[in-house]
């Protein structure tokens, strides 16, 4: 089977872009809220590679030791295609990296009811294209 050559499907919203360059380039984590179709989607803005490597992670803990060998086997080569894959691209100076996900670690949900549902390993992954909107909070605060 002949491997799909992807299309980059991004956004033109510039702070968005500047977001999603500080978590993958200088690996910065964000909160931030996003809407996708009308659905809050609250988290905290990761990088692939530091999504790859949380999921990775996260799969170990499994109590199914066969399933958590295979998820942990799955996305380390996952990561490892990423990487291989953005080196090539910033090798090809005609070529620039253009992110088409977007990730979070401890995502929750705000539903219709204004309940959120959370779980401290939710990993979030999303097309960049399908944001509609989003909100994003540098402070220190504590939670």
Same mark, same amino acid.
């Given at each position: #089977?002949?491997?799909?050559? =992807?299309?980059?499907? +991004?956004?033109?919203?510039?702070?968005?872009? #500047?977001?999603?360059?500080?978590?993958?380039e200088d690996g910065i984590e964000v909160e931030i809220s996003i809407v996708?179709?009308?659905? $809050? $989607? +609250?988290?905290?803005? $990761?990088?692939a590679s530091a999504y790859y490597e949380g999921v990775t992670e996260s799969?170990? =803990?499994? !109590?199914?030791?066969? #399933? &958590?060998?295979?998820?942990?086997?799955? *996305?380390?080569?996952?990561?490892?295609? @990423?990487?291989? !894959?953005? !080196?090539?691209?910033?090798?090809?100076?005609?070529?620039?990296?253009?992110?088409? *996900? $977007?990730?979070?670690?401890?995502?929750? @949900?705000?539903?219709?009811?204004?309940?959120?549902? @959370?779980?401290? &390993?939710?990993?979030?992954?999303?097309?960049?294209? &399908?944001?509609?909107?989003?909100? *994003?909070? *540098?402070?220190?605060? =504590?939670?």
């Open positions: #089977m002949a491997k799909k050559e =992807q299309e980059p499907i +991004s956004t033109d919203d510039a702070v968005l872009l #500047m977001l999603l360059s500080l978590v993958e996708v179709n009308g659905t $809050i $989607i +609250s988290g905290t803005l $990761i990088g799969s170990k =803990q499994l !109590q199914d030791t066969t #399933m &958590s060998k295979f998820l942990s086997k799955k *996305f380390n080569t996952l990561k490892e295609a @990423y990487a291989k !894959q953005k !080196q090539e691209d910033s090798e090809n100076e005609e070529k620039e990296f253009t992110p088409t *996900f $977007i990730h979070l670690k401890h995502a929750t @949900y705000l539903s219709a009811a204004a309940e959120r549902t @959370y779980s401290n &390993s939710t990993w979030w992954r999303g097309k960049i294209s &399908s944001v509609d909107g989003f909100s *994003f909070d *540098f402070s220190t605060r =504590q939670t």
